[in-house]
C-alpha cells in the first residue's frame, strides 16, 4: 500500500470498476479508521495466513477450515458489538456478524480458488456459490449450507410468515454495496452508542463511497490528466 492516511487510500480504492474494488484492503482500511495502530498490511497478511491453512480447495473445505477447524462463529451475545465489524478483531476473536463472516469466507475462498458471492437479505446476509449457483452459505450459523427455500425460512425467520422471497434478494450484490452496507451497521451502532468520534469517520467513508459510486470512473480520469 501507499503511504497515504487511511480514508484517502480508501477513496481511492473504491473507485473504478465495481468488480475491482479489493474487498480485503477496503475492510483492513476501515479497522484502521478503528484502531489506528493497526497496520493494513498486517491484516491482508493475517488473511492470507488463514487461507494457506485451508487443506482442501473446495467450497465444503472452505466451510470445514472456517467454522469447524477455526471455529469462526456468530456473535449472537452481543451482536451490535462494532468490534464484530472489525477485520482484526473478527481475526483474533473468530467472532462476526452476517456481513463480516460472509466477507471472511469470500475473501479466503478467492485466495484458494472457490469463488462466493455475497447476497444480501434484508436483515441478514448470506454467501451464493458461483459455480453452483443454487446453493447458498449462511456463515452466521456455522457456514450452514441451504438452498432457495432454506433461504427463505431464514428470511421468516427474521421477518415474519408473512414475508415473500423477492428473487432478486438471492442475487450477488456488488464490492461497494458490501462496502455500504458494513458502513450503514455502523452508522448506526455508533448513533446508538452516541460514539460521536467514531461516527465522523464513518460518515466520511460513507461520503467517498456514495463519491465512487456516482462516478466510478473520477480517480481513472484523474490520474490519466482527463476531465
Known amino acids: 500500500m501507499t503511504a497515504v492516511g487511511p480514508t484517502e487510500r480508501f477513496a481511492e480504492i473504491v473507485l473504478g470498476p465495481d468488480e475491482a474494488v ?19 498490511d498486517a491484516l491482508l497478511a493475517g488473511l492470507d495466513d488463514l487461507a494457506a491453512g485451508c487443506r482442501l480447495p473446495t467450497l465444503d473445505g472452505l466451510r470445514h477450515h ?24 473478527v481475526l483474533e476473536r473468530h467472532l462476526g456478524i452476517p456481513i463480516t463472516l460472509a466477507l471472511l469466507t469470500m475473501e479466503v475462498g478467492r485466495r484458494i480458488g ?7 437479505l434484508p436483515g441478514h446476509f448470506l454467501l451464493r456459490d458461483r459455480v453452483d449457483r443454487e446453493v447458498f452459505v ?5 457456514g450452514e449450507v441451504l438452498n432457495r427455500e432454506g433461504c427463505g425460512q431464514v428470511l421468516r425467520r427474521l421477518h415474519g410468515p ?66
Open 66 to 89: 472456517l467454522f469447524v477447524d477455526q471455529g469462526f462463529v456468530g456473535n449472537q451475545d452481543d451482536y451490535y458489538d462494532p468490534a464484530n465489524t472489525y477485520l482484526d478483531d
Open 138 to 142: 449462511d456463515a452466521f450459523r456455522g
Open 22 to 40: 479489493p474487498l480485503d484492503e477496503a475492510w483492513a482500511l476501515l479497522s484502521a479508521h478503528a484502531h489506528p495502530a493497526v497496520d493494513p
Open 162 to 227: 408473512e414475508i415473500q422471497m423477492d428473487p432478486t434478494w438471492l442475487e450477488p450484490v456488488g464490492h461497494r454495496a458490501i462496502l455500504e452496507r458494513m458502513l450503514a451497521n455502523l452508522v448506526r451502532v455508533f448513533q446508538q452508542r452516541s460514539a460521536h468520534a467514531d461516527l465522523l469517520w464513518a460518515r466520511e467513508l460513507q461520503v467517498r463511497l456514495a463519491a465512487a459510486r456516482r462516478d466510478p470512473r473520477a480517480g481513472l480520469r484523474l490520474r490519466a490528466g482527463l476531465n
Open 114 to 120: 472457490v469463488p462466493v458471492d455475497g447476497v444480501g
